[in-house]
């Protein structure tokens, strides 16, 4: 949650509207009785946890996934209704916490389990299995081994759930449509050898799967993190008609000034203007989230226009040029990342992914929620 208090400098405005239209859309995609699990950890990829859960509770989402405790508790402090799983690590110190406040733990290892649940019965929890993401859960190559875990555990604490995790749903490529089949395909046979627990989760899609392979799956429970928001899993994959930002990201411009030719801007002298130009300074820099490696190659826009950046970005500054463009003054708003020029965007230019330009945006850039 934020509080730092909104001033004009640079900010993030979250369209509440398009997020209802974007998690509407998103399950018309889903067969009818998909249940969604609405995933925020990371304070909601950078949109703000509490006013995104509070949002999608009042439009009836009730299940909900977070990282981890703090970030569960924050959202029971702030009257969150239904489910919340933690679908990493706690560490076993806090288990009466987890009672508390009603979270659901996902077991990570039997070794996790048998030490979590060593004396304390009462924990609801839910199994990860690991179909080939490689990183939590009983490994699903041994289903005796793991019917047995599920059964033991099932016995000795509040278990509801099973789940899996896709680790190339988002590609197109064949061998890769072929593996996620197979993960599909291994949980829901160890699904099926655990149906007397009537498990009341059990669920394996993320937002890519949910995309493009619910019909592979029975599952009605789809966990829902970067479509949410309006972002691809990849960025060769295409989105619903209508599925889009909901983050804008504005900041405005502090100086404006023209420069010789043979000028050099910022650190490094990485830049020297070719001819006279007009550069305007911005007030948003890499500790506000915005990364460095746009140094030299991204660009904002104002009324519009694209304004390349200009030499290297700074703590909390950066320049961009601004020759080309007319009636540009002191104190104009410039915008960051919207709904045509995405985080996916952004994220292209410099080989990372939408995610983390959005998990990044700091915590002193306040956000501002548009109803
Ligand atoms: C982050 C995460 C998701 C959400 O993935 P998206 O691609 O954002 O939909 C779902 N499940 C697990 C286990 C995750 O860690």
Redesign the pocket.
């Known amino acids: 949650m934020y509080t730092t208090r909104f001033t004009r400098r640079s900010w993030v405005e979250i369209d509440c509207v398009q997020l209802e239209t974007n998690l509407k859309i998103a399950k018309s995609h889903m067969s009818d009785n998909t249940d969604i699990m609405a ?1 925020i ?1 990371a304070d909601a ?1 950078g949109h703000g946890d509490t006013k995104v859960a509070t949002l999608l509770n009042k439009l009836g989402v009730t299940l909900f ?1 977070v ?1 981890n405790i703090d970030e569960a508790i924050l959202l029971r402090e702030c009257g969150i209704k239904g489910e919340i799983l933690i ?2 690590y706690t560490p076993v110190e806090l288990a009466s916490e987890l009672m508390k406040y009603d979270i659901t733990q996902t077991l990570v290892s039997e070794e996790y389990a048998e030490k979590l649940l060593t004396g304390k019965m009462d924990i609801k929890c839910q199994f990860a299995i690991d179909t080939g993401m490689g990183r939590i859960g009983i490994n699903a190559c041994d289903i005796d081994r793991c019917v047995r875990a599920i059964n033991k555990y099932a016995d000795r604490c509040k278990l509801n759930g099973i ?1 899996t ?1 896709l680790s190339v749903a ?1 590609s197109a490529d064949e061998s890769d449509i072929l593996f996620t089949k197979k993960q599909i395909d291994m949980f829901e046979n160890l699904a099926k050898c655990v149906s007397h627990l009537e498990l009341e989760y059990i669920h394996c899609l ?3 799967g ?1 995309l493009y392979h619910s019909c592979c799956t029975h599952n009605k429970v789809v ?5 949410l928001y309006g972002l691809k ?1 990849d960025y060769y994959n295409t989105l619903p008609e209508g599925i889009s930002p909901v983050l804008t990201w504005k900041t405005v411009i502090s100086a404006l000034k023209t420069v010789d030719a043979n000028k050099s801007i910022g650190y490094g002298r990485t830049f020297i203007t070719s001819k006279p130009m007009k550069i305007a300074t911005l007030p948003t820099g890499y500790a506000d989230g915005y990364n460095r490696a746009l140094s030299n190659k991204g660009f904002v826009l104002i009324n519009g226009q694209k304004a390349p950046i200009v030499g290297r970005i700074c703590m909390d500054q950066m320049m961009v040029d601004v020759t080309e463009i007319d009636h540009v003054k002191e104190g104009d708003e410039v915008v960051l990342l919207n709904d045509k020029f995405g985080a996916d965007d952004m994220a292209r230019l410099i080989g990372t992914i939408g ?1 983390e330009v959005v998990c990044n945006i700091s915590k002193r850039v306040p956000r501002i929620y548009i109803e």
């Open positions: 995933v950890k990829y996934a990282s679908i990493g789940f995790h988002d993320n937002s890519a949910g966990r829902l993190g970067i479509v899993p995610y």
